[in-house]
């Protein structure tokens, strides 16, 4: 990488081995820069021209939410950890120890929360379907071969583990043909996630060939594309070579009967503040996609009402739909992200009051735990002490969605785990909350 600007709109991924010109030209301090490269060795690092340009504002970094959001830093791992990986990588006759290491620490770190290996992955004449995960009835989540990468990656991503290279913590379909047969086994499903990764990496021609044969399959009702392009490379919906080529695909999906929702994942407002992004944003509504907007509450990126309430805001103004704020999965570095269950819901609720209406389709703050997706509704006061008011807002099994429930109130608690049920706690519920095992889509 040269020094001085480089037009943003080629795209270029950087990583580890172009941290010291990243630290030259933005003026990083040799620590932060140890830190980072230290870090990257186990947790996956990249950014690109735009991310480092247009979204980090490097007079605040360490502490600026873009820095936080894309690079690697100290206290995501244990400093016990962190001290083992800056002596085995100083000493290069180390490589096999510093390997060891680098799995071993990546183990612990849940590389597949909420159970997507053991539960999800869906079987067809008893073998397993490569590259597709079945967690809810009408919903498979599909993940294209080359999609598998992002334009940058989120420090915080919960699916980490598919980026580091290690081939069994991969989900990847190498083309849709498996993806066609369980479909047609399993007519219930309606919904088609395209997911990774980010689908939006592939060229046109690449996406054109997983999206068209859904066209087909007159079950399929909804193509949902989760992407972070918009927020991380908006170039790919405006001036790259295929740009007006996606449009086109999308246009296709669109007049071929099927409902095409764009997950766009913005984690702060300052992804929609630039021109390109609110372009892209208003290129991919012209084609008849729906842009829905989703992303989890982070600390040190966007834990605050303010952030939240300006983010919602500016989906609104660009057309598009707020969804769902998320609480961060347990995985990867997720002690040094999580924000208390209690917090996210005072957070939820400051921003959502400031809302106009048309933006109040935002559910949250919501756990995508193992047994569906549980929203924290609220605190309780009773005689007895106080509660958190939960609801399965989606779950393996149907018969639970909508139930509402209650557990204790307690100020650290930061995922369903750490929750205890409260007694009244339908015996189905709390079965499933506690870990029985699940019946899923790819089950059913
Ligand atoms: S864009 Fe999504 S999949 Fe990619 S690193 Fe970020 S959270 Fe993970």
Not at 119 to 141: A, C, I, M, S
């Amino acid at each position: 990488m040269t020094a001085g600007p480089t037009a943003p709109e080629r795209f270029r991924a950087y990583g580890p081995k172009h941290l010291d010109d990243i630290a030259a030209r933005f003026g990083l301090r040799e620590e932060v820069r140890e830190t980072v490269r230290r870090v990257s060795l186990v947790l996956p690092f990249r950014v690109n021209e735009y991310v480092l340009s247009r979204l980090i504002d490097w007079d605040r970094a360490p502490d600026d939410p873009m820095f936080q959001l894309t690079f690697p830093q100290r206290g995501m791992l244990a400093a016990d950890d962190e001290r083992r990986l800056a002596k085995l990588s100083a000493d290069p006759g180390d490589k096999l120890l510093l390997r060891e290491l680098v799995g071993d620490i990546r183990a612990r770190l849940n590389p597949h929360p909420s159970g997507q290996q053991q539960y999800n992955v869906p079987h067809l004449d008893g073998r397993p379907v490569p590259g597709l995960q079945h967690k809810y009835r009408e919903t498979v989540l599909y993940f294209p071969g080359q999609g598998q990468t992002c334009h940058a990656y989120c420090t915080y991503c919960f699916r980490w583990a598919q980026f580091v290279g290690d081939a069994d913590l991969r989900f990847a379909a190498p083309d849709p043909t498996g993806l066609l047969a369980y479909l047609a086994a399993r007519p219930e499903v309606s919904d088609v996630l395209v997911t990774g990764g980010d689908p939006m990496v592939m060229t046109t021609e690449r996406l054109r060939r997983h999206l068209e044969p859904l066209l087909a399959v007159e079950s399929v009702d909804t193509v949902r594309i989760g992407t972070k392009s918009v927020a991380y490379w908006p170039y790919r919906f405006t001036t790259d070579h295929d740009a007006d080529d996606v449009l086109r695909l999308f246009e296709q999906v669109v007049a071929a009967g099927k409902q095409l929702a764009v997950m766009a994942h913005f984690s702060h407002p300052r992804e929609l503040e630039t021109a390109p992004a609110r372009e892209a944003v208003r290129r991919i509504r012209a084609t008849g996609a729906v842009v829905y907007c989703q992303a989890p509450l982070i600390a040190r990126v966007n834990d605050d009402a303010a952030t939240w309430s300006a983010l919602w805001k500016a989906e609104l103004a660009a057309g598009a739909v707020p969804y769902y704020l998320f609480v961060e999965r347990d995985t990867g570095p997720h002690a040094y992200f999580q924000v208390p269950l209690a917090r996210a819901s005072e957070i939820f609720r400051a921003a959502y009051r400031t809302l106009p209406g048309l933006a109040r389709t935002v559910r949250g703050p919501v756990m995508s735990a193992t047994p569906g997706k549980v929203v924290v509704d609220g605190v309780q006061e009773t005689p007895e002490g106080s509660y958190f008011q939960l609801r399965m807002l989606q779950a393996r099994d149907p018969a639970l969605v909508g139930r509402p429930f209650r557990a204790r109130y307690c100020p650290e608690a930061a995922w369903l785990d750490d929750l205890e049920l409260a007694p009244d706690c339908p015996p189905d519920l709390a079965a499933a909350l506690r870990g029985a095992p699940p019946a899923s889509g790819a089950a059913a």
